[in-house]
């Protein structure tokens, strides 16, 4: 039993810490402050709140509708696993052992065999689709699960790392590798999508080196963002299993020729990290700034309401019901505080625009327009629209915002993408968190070891090299077989 004094609370944040100073710092605050989430009563996991879980369901049903798109069903698969069949793919359960959480105990009685909770749900859905698989026609099997899985952390973060955490896996089987390296690749450039144009966090996508694959995949692709402090993060991910888990759970069809074939499967996965990649690329020293393909709320009126100021009210509420008519997120702040408070408040939130509405506004017919992404004082930051034009000009100013977001995120991507030749100089740039270094890499195992033990970086992900022979590996001399992103990572 855990001590209960021992038990972590949410922080109470006052202010939140400039973020260029402690970005770990700043990015925990903001998760708190903007009512994100809480410390759960549980050591390592916490609480999704309402607003927290908005940001959640707005990347679920980007993720989701793409899914569909490309031909996918969702389904829904057990949290236990029993462990003798965890125990049948040996790498994959080598590889997950250290994570894995047991349940060993039920109502009164100890169990016979130990029931692992889901690091990630292969094993359980190999055994169905072996079951449900006899014939080539039954193929490709096209399956997406939206779920918790549990992995036993010791350093835990909100969103970035947690024991439990919110994700999808998609899990498919097709009849050849070929068309199963398809599947992985169109998933990836879903992903790719999602991340760029939804969350407007750029990133690289690329092939995984071999210490950094999934525990029993033949081939793992990645998308890498790089965050502020220098770090990449890793946001998405999407795998050939090759026939390792087909033969390991005897998922086999009759093929055309009447052959007996095992199947190829593929599982692609992203987790609510992606909103911590989201946090902390795009938010600022008021707290978050949420582009609005993301946000929850995408406009706030806010009325400037004085003693008396009926009218105010009376304009907000209509303004709200023919902005909510139009389609848009607004939500109507009518708390009992000062506007000033208000603002502050709606900031932190991220929220992408505020409508400001005042009895001189209304003299005049129009409203103030007031853009997240823009500094105080800022050319563009601040406009006064007509009334009647209101929801056409939001709509614009969102496309913008969500592009200029975008543009900021690529642009200090790019400038902090080293193309680097000296090995002294590589691995400097390493250890210094300078960003993404790229490099010819001969993609080595012990190379990649001996980088990480100097500098604490590893690759992120790699690509073909371009043409010209003889190329060198930048860390240590040998023949170079690919370019690699190297960075420290979360
Ligand atoms: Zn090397």
Same mark, same amino acid.
């Given at each position: 039993?855990?001590?209960?004094?021992?038990?972590e609370?949410?922080p109470?944040?006052?202010?939140?810490?400039p973020?260029?100073?402690?970005?770990?710092?700043?990015?925990?605050?903001?998760?708190?402050?903007?009512? &994100?989430?809480?410390?759960?009563?549980?050591?390592?996991?916490?609480?999704?709140?309402?607003?927290?879980?908005?940001?959640?369901?707005?990347?679920?049903?980007?993720?989701? @509708?793409?899914?569909?798109?490309?031909?996918?069903?969702?389904?829904?698969?057990?949290?236990?696993?029993?462990?003798?069949?965890?125990?049948?793919?040996?790498?994959?359960?080598?590889?997950?052992?250290?994570?894995?959480?047991?349940?060993?105990?039920?109502?009164?009685?100890? &169990?016979?065999?130990?029931?692992?909770?889901?690091?990630?749900?292969?094993?359980?859905?190999?055994?169905?689709?072996?079951?449900?698989?006899? @014939?080539?026609?039954?193929?490709?099997?096209?399956?997406n699960?939206?779920?918790?899985?549990?992995?036993?952390?010791?350093?835990?973060?909100?969103?970035?790392r947690?024991?439990?955490?919110? *994700?999808?896996e998609?899990?498919?089987?097709?009849?050849?590798?070929?068309e199963?390296?398809?599947?992985?690749?169109? =998933?990836?450039?879903?992903?790719?999508?999602?991340?760029?144009?939804?969350?407007?966090?750029?990133?690289?996508?690329?092939?995984?080196?071999?210490?950094?694959?999934?525990?029993?995949?033949?081939?793992?692709?990645?998308?890498?963002?790089? =965050?502020?402090?220098?770090?990449?993060?890793?946001?998405?991910?999407?795998?050939?299993?090759?026939?390792?888990?087909?033969?390991?759970?005897?998922?086999?069809?009759?093929?055309?020729?009447?052959?007996?074939?095992?199947?190829?499967?593929?599982? *692609?996965?992203? @987790? *609510?990290?992606?909103?911590?990649?989201l946090?902390?690329?795009?938010?600022?020293?008021?707290?978050?700034?949420?582009?609005?393909? =993301?946000?929850?709320?995408?406009?706030?009126?806010?009325?400037?309401?004085?003693?008396?100021?009926?009218?105010v009210?009376?304009?907000?509420?209509?303004?709200?019901?023919? &902005?909510?008519?139009?389609?848009?997120?607004?939500?109507?702040?009518?708390?009992?505080?000062?506007?000033?408070?208000?603002?502050?408040?709606?900031?932190?939130?991220?929220?992408?625009?505020?409508?400001?509405?005042?009895?001189?506004?209304?003299?005049?017919?129009?409203v103030?327009?007031?853009?997240r992404?823009k500094?105080?004082?800022?050319?563009?930051?601040?406009?006064?629209?007509?009334?009647?034009?209101?929801?056409?000009?939001?709509?614009?100013?969102?496309?913008?915002?969500?592009?200029?977001?975008f543009a900021?995120?690529?642009?200090?991507?790019?400038?902090?993408?080293?193309?680097?030749?000296?090995?002294?100089?590589?691995?400097?740039?390493?250890?210094?968190?300078?960003?993404?270094?790229?490099?010819? *890499?001969?993609?080595?195992?012990s190379?990649?070891?001996?980088?990480?033990?100097?500098t @604490?970086?590893?690759?992120?992900?790699?690509?073909?090299?371009?043409?010209?022979?003889?190329?060198?590996?930048?860390?240590?001399?040998e023949?170079?077989?690919?370019?690699?992103?190297?960075a420290?990572?979360?």
């Amino acid at each position: 039993m855990p001590d209960p004094q021992e038990l972590e609370k949410t922080p109470l944040v006052k202010e939140i810490p400039p973020k260029g100073r402690d970005l770990s710092e700043w990015y925990q605050a903001v998760c708190y402050k903007a009512e &994100l989430v809480s410390l759960a009563p549980v050591r390592g996991c916490v609480v999704l709140r309402p607003y927290g879980f908005g940001l959640w369901e707005r990347l679920q049903s980007a993720l989701d @509708s793409r899914f569909k798109a490309t031909g996918h069903e969702n389904a829904y698969f057990p949290l236990l696993i029993p462990e003798s069949l965890l125990a049948r793919e040996a790498e994959h359960v080598e590889g997950f052992a250290p994570e894995v959480a047991w349940v060993t105990q039920g109502g009164n009685e100890t &169990l016979t065999e130990r029931l692992a909770i889901r690091p990630t749900s292969e094993v359980v859905i190999g055994v169905m689709y072996a079951e449900w698989l006899q @014939s080539y026609r039954d193929l490709p099997i096209l399956i997406n699960q939206w779920a918790n899985v549990m992995r036993w952390e010791k350093r835990t973060r909100p969103f970035l790392r947690t024991l439990e955490f919110l *994700w999808q896996e998609g899990h498919t089987a097709h009849a050849t590798e070929s068309e199963a390296a398809q599947e992985v690749q169109q =998933m990836l450039e879903v992903y790719r999508e999602v991340a760029e144009d939804v969350v407007a966090v750029p990133v690289y996508k690329g092939e995984k080196s071999e210490s950094e694959r999934f525990a029993g995949a033949n081939h793992t692709f990645s998308i890498e963002a790089l =965050m502020p402090d220098g770090r990449a993060l890793q946001a998405g991910t999407s795998h050939e299993l090759g026939q390792n888990f087909a033969k390991a759970y005897e998922i086999k069809f009759a093929a055309e020729d009447q052959t007996i074939q095992y199947a190829w499967t593929t599982s *692609w996965g992203m @987790s *609510w990290r992606m909103l911590g990649a989201l946090i902390m690329v795009h938010g600022d020293d008021r707290g978050l700034r949420i582009p609005p393909a =993301m946000a929850p709320v995408e406009a706030v009126i806010v009325p400037i309401v004085r003693a008396g100021s009926d009218d105010v009210v009376a304009a907000a509420r209509e303004l709200f019901a023919t &902005l909510k008519a139009a389609g848009l997120r607004v939500k109507l702040d009518e708390r009992d505080l000062r506007p000033g408070n208000k603002f502050a408040d709606w900031e932190m939130r991220g929220v992408p625009l505020r409508i400001e509405l005042g009895a001189k506004d209304i003299e005049v017919g129009v409203v103030t327009l007031v853009r997240r992404d823009k500094e105080k004082g800022e050319e563009g930051g601040k406009l006064a629209v007509p009334l009647a034009q209101t929801a056409a000009k939001i709509r614009e100013l969102l496309d913008e915002i969500q592009a200029n977001l975008f543009a900021q995120a690529r642009t200090f991507l790019e400038s902090h993408t080293l193309r680097v030749t000296d090995r002294a100089e590589f691995l400097r740039l390493c250890s210094d968190r300078a960003g993404m270094i790229d490099i010819p *890499w001969c993609g080595l195992a012990s190379c990649e070891a001996a980088v990480k033990a100097e500098t @604490s970086a590893s690759s992120r992900n790699t690509r073909p090299l371009e043409a010209g022979g003889n190329i060198r590996c930048v860390a240590c001399g040998e023949p170079a077989t690919v370019r690699a992103y190297f960075a420290q990572s979360y």
